[in-house]
C-alpha cells in the first residue's frame, strides 16, 4: 500500500464497496515509475478528496471535471502576493487532464466506472522555446566546479553537469539513475513517461563518472546522493540538481539540456533526426518546435534586410 500514500489525502477510508476502486488505484500508480506515481497520486489525492472521497468517482461527470480544473491554483508559492487570483497554465491543466483520463480509463476497464474525462478537449498552449545557456557562460560553471574544494561534492556536480550537457539528461533521470544501470561507457535510464533508454557516454562523460564512482565507494543504490542535512545518502533530488545548476551555472537544468541539444543539432549540420534522438523526443516536431525553431528565428535575423 506504499503508493497509496503517496495520494496525501485522507479520503481513502474504504468501505467494502471501496475495496475494487482502491485496488485499481493501487495497480494503476504502481505501473508508472516512482516519480511519475508522486506526480500521478498528487494530482489524484487532491481531485479524490475535493470530490468526496472514492465512493464519489463512481458519479463523477464531465462537468464535475472541467469545474475541478477550472479552481485550481498554483501549489507553490502561493503566499507570494497576487497567487490568490492567479490561475495555472493551458499547459498544466492539460497535464492535470491527462491525469485524470488516465485514471478514469483504468478504472473503466475494470468495469467500475465510466470515463468521464475521455471527451473533455485540452486547452490551446503556447509552446515556448527553451533558450539554451550561452556557450561562454557554460565554460564559466564547469570551471567554477571545478574550483569546489571537497573532492567527492567537486565529482558529483561534474558527473551531473556533463550529464546535463553531453546527454541531453532531464533531471528527473538523473535522479532516478542506479548504479547497476552503469555499465561498459553506457547507463540506463528510465525516461520521460517511465519508458526506459539507453545512454551511450563519450570520453568526458564517462571519466566523470567513473571518478564520481570511484569516490562513490558503492555497488548498489542511487548513482547520484545527497551530502547534507536528513537527506544524505538519499537519491539527491530533482530539486537539489537545480539547486546545484543555479548555483555554478545561474540557471535552470533545462538549459543546460538546450544546450546540449543545440550543440548537437549545429555540429550535426543540422540533422533533426539527431536532434531528436538525442532529446529521445517521440517526434521530431516536439524537438524543432521547442528547442531548434527559436535558433533559426535567430540565424534568420542575421540576414535581414537593411532599408534605412
Not at 109 to 130: L, R, V
Not at 166 to 174: D, F, G, Q, V, Y
Not at 274 to 292: D, G, K
Amino acid at each position: 500500500m506504499a503508493a497509496l500514500a503517496i495520494l496525501q489525502t485522507d479520503s481513502l477510508a474504504t468501505t467494502e464497496a471501496d475495496k475494487p476502486v482502491t485496488r485499481t488505484l493501487l495497480a494503476w500508480l504502481e505501473s508508472h515509475s516512482p516519480l511519475t506515481q508522486r506526480s500521478y497520486g498528487k494530482t489524484a489525492g487532491r481531485f479524490i478528496q475535493d470530490i468526496g472521497g472514492l465512493a464519489s468517482l463512481k458519479s463523477v461527470t464531465p462537468s464535475a471535471i472541467t469545474a475541478w480544473l477550472a479552481k485550481l491554483k498554483p501549489t507553490r508559492g502561493s503566499s507570494g502576493q497576487g497567487r490568490a487570483t492567479e490561475k495555472i497554465s493551458a499547459s498544466t491543466t492539460n497535464q492535470r487532464l491527462a491525469i485524470l483520463k488516465s485514471l478514469f480509463r483504468a478504472l473503466a476497464t475494470e468495469g467500475i466506472t465510466g470515463n468521464p474525462a475521455a471527451f473533455i478537449k485540452s486547452k490551446q498552449a503556447t509552446h515556448k522555446h527553451h533558450t539554451a545557456l550561452s556557450v561562454h557562460r557554460t565554460l564559466e560553471g564547469l570551471a567554477a566546479i571545478e574550483k569546489v574544494n571537497d573532492p567527492v561534492l567537486r565529482a558529483r556536480n561534474k558527473a551531473i553537469a556533463l550529464l546535463l550537457l553531453n546527454n541531453a539528461l532531464r533531471r528527473s533521470e538523473i535522479s532516478a539513475i542506479q548504479i547497476k544501470g552503469v555499465k561498459d561507457g553506457e547507463i540506463e535510464i528510465v525516461g520521460k513517461g517511465g519508458k526506459p533508454a539507453r545512454i551511450i557516454l563519450n570520453k568526458p562523460t564517462k571519466a566523470a563518472l567513473e571518478e564520481w564512482l570511484r569516490l562513490r565507494s558503492s555497488t548498489s543504490g542511487a548513482l547520484f546522493v545527497n551530502f547534507w542535512h536528513k537527506r544524505q545518502g538519499d537519491a539527491v533530488t530533482p530539486v537539489s540538481i537545480r539547486k546545484m545548476t543555479q548555483k555554478y551555472f545561474g540557471c535552470n537544468p533545462h538549459q543546460l539540456r538546450a544546450r546540449s541539444i543545440t550543440d548537437l543539432w549545429e555540429r550535426s549540420g543540422h540533422n533533426i533526426g539527431h536532434a531528436q534522438a538525442h532529446a529521445r523526443h517521440s517526434s521530431p516536431a516536439i524537438t524543432e518546435r521547442i528547442y531548434v525553431q527559436g535558433r533559426k528565428v535567430e540565424e534568420a535575423a542575421r540576414y535581414q534586410p537593411d532599408y534605412s
